[in-house]
């Protein structure tokens, strides 16, 4: 079993960053593919940003390509996401799920972020 725990979100204004982090337990975290997934009100969830085991492999949602970027600490039990040059439409609850089978099948709570313009 995986628990995740996610913080860094905030209010910031347009152009600036935030570094999301997710905090996991279980002994399954380092060999599990991580994703961050975002939802805005009235809006189907999204999948922003995900990163292999390893840390090598990464994909990103159009969106995002150059501004985020997904990280991993497996000593740490953690995965980032940077997130730059933040728009008005990036506002969101964002969150942090881990796929330790075929689908994702353990998420976290959610953190806001809300950039204003």
């Known amino acids: 079993q995986v628990q995740l725990v996610e913080s860094g979100g905030g209010l910031v204004q347009a152009g600036g960053s935030l570094r999301l982090s997710c905090a996991a337990s279980?002994?399954?975290?380092?060999?599990?593919?991580m994703g961050w997934f975002r939802q805005a009100p009235g809006k189907e969830r999204e999948r922003v940003a995900a990163?292999?085991?390893?840390?090598?492999?990464?994909n990103y949602a159009d969106s995002v390509k150059g501004r985020f970027t997904i990280s991993r600490d497996n000593a740490k039990n953690t995965v980032y996401l940077q997130m730059n040059s933040l728009k008005p439409e990036d506002t969101a609850v964002y969150y942090c799920?881990?796929?330790?089978?075929?689908?994702?099948?353990?998420w976290g709570q959610g953190t806001q972020v809300t950039v204003s313009s």
């Open positions: 799920a881990a796929k330790t089978g075929t689908q994702y099948d353990y």
């Open positions: 279980g002994r399954t975290f380092s060999s599990s593919v």
């Open positions: 990163i292999g085991w390893s840390g090598r492999n990464t």
